[in-house]
């Protein structure tokens, strides 16, 4: 079973950057795949960004293709979710989530929450000027 801590939240004005990290324990992550969801005030819970096992292929929503970025590296057992040019409607509580162990290889991630297994406790992210 993996545990899933996520950090880097913070408050940033409209335009900045800030890199979220998804530190796991009890399982190597090379295995899972794993996804970025947010949940803004008032709102459901989206997926914004998920990265494969297999070859790292990832997937972005619309609303952060070209700003987010998702990478994983697999010796520090760590997921990061880089997010540039920050916008007032990114602010939301922000989730990590593993799907997994998979067997074999695997190309594709999902970005329903249905898809993952394992939930960190969440960062906020406030972007206000």
């Known amino acids: 079973q993996v545990q899933l801590v996520e950090s880097g939240g913070g408050l940033v004005q409209p335009g900045g950057s800030l890199r979220l990290s998804c530190a796991a324990s009890?399982?190597?992550?090379?295995?899972?795949?794993i996804a970025w969801f947010r949940q803004g005030p008032g709102k459901g819970r989206e997926g914004i960004s998920c990265?494969?096992?297999?070859?790292?292929?990832?997937y972005y929503l619309d609303s952060v293709k070209g700003r987010f970025t998702i990478s994983r590296d697999n010796a520090k057992n760590t997921v990061y979710l880089q997010m540039n040019s920050l916008k007032p409607e990114d602010t939301a509580a922000y989730y990590c989530?593993?799907?997994?162990?998979?067997?074999?290889?695997?190309?594709?991630?999902?970005?329903?929450?249905?898809?993952?297994?394992?939930w960190g406790q969440g960062t906020q992210v406030t972007v206000s000027s």
């Open positions: 009890g399982s190597s992550l090379d295995s899972y795949a």
């Open positions: 990265i494969s096992t297999s070859d790292g292929s990832t």
């Open positions: 989530a593993a799907e997994g162990p998979l067997p074999g290889s695997s190309f594709y991630c999902s970005l329903s929450a249905t898809s993952y297994d394992y």
